[in-house]
């Protein structure tokens, strides 16, 4: 089922997530599947639990935008182990819509993390992945790209959508 995304503005998108422990369940599973129907649906890259008002941590991965089964990754209690380098590029989240900014990150991460069944699994990421790893892990700890501009690039974006919220074209 397609879920509403939620917007910058909800307190679940800057509140840590609980992690996952019961695993292998129907219930996680619904979850995860609504997860990548929206994700799709919003033709997004990554969609983390959160960003549907689920607070824990999962997040779902797909660079290729469903043009390739095998890029799908889903991280359950994922955690960046090692990075290196350094990269910037143009930055968006589908709970900020309309808003793009470039973002300097880690070109290269490591994650460790659970699959939907709990077994550990290790995964490892360059430039584009690398960047989406690190958003989506990000969102798990209540954080938004737009944390890591400058107070006032943060300000002028917040201002913005303060204007479409009393516009009403903000929800
Ligand atoms: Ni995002």
Redesign the pocket.
């Known amino acids: 089922m397609v879920r509403k995304i939620l917007k910058y503005g909800e307190p679940v998108l800057e509140t840590k997530a609980e992690p996952v422990t019961e695993f292998d369940t129907a219930e996680l599973r619904e979850l995860i599947a609504d997860m990548w129907e929206t994700m799709y649906a919003a033709k997004g890259v ?1 969609l ?1 639990a959160p ?1 549907i008002g689920t607070s824990k941590r999962i997040s779902v991965i797909d660079i290729s935008v469903g043009e390739d089964e095998k890029q799908k990754i889903v991280i359950i209690n994922p955690e960046i182990t090692f990075s290196e380098g350094k990269q910037s590029g143009e930055e968006g ?4 819509p309309g808003f793009r900014e470039p973002v300097s990150r880690a070109n290269k991460v490591k994650v460790r993390a659970q699959n939907e069944k709990g077994e550990i699994i290790e995964l490892d990421g360059e430039e584009l992945l690398a960047r989406a790893f690190q ?2 892990i990000d ?1 798990l700890n209540g954080i ?2 737009i944390n890591h501009l400058s107070a006032l690039k943060r300000d002028i974006i917040r201002r913005k959508i303060k204007k479409l919220q009393k516009a009403g074209e903000w929800d």
Request: glycine content about 8%; some cysteine; aromatic content about 8%.
């Open positions: 990554g983390a960003q989240c589908l709970s900020i958003h989506e969102h938004l790209f």
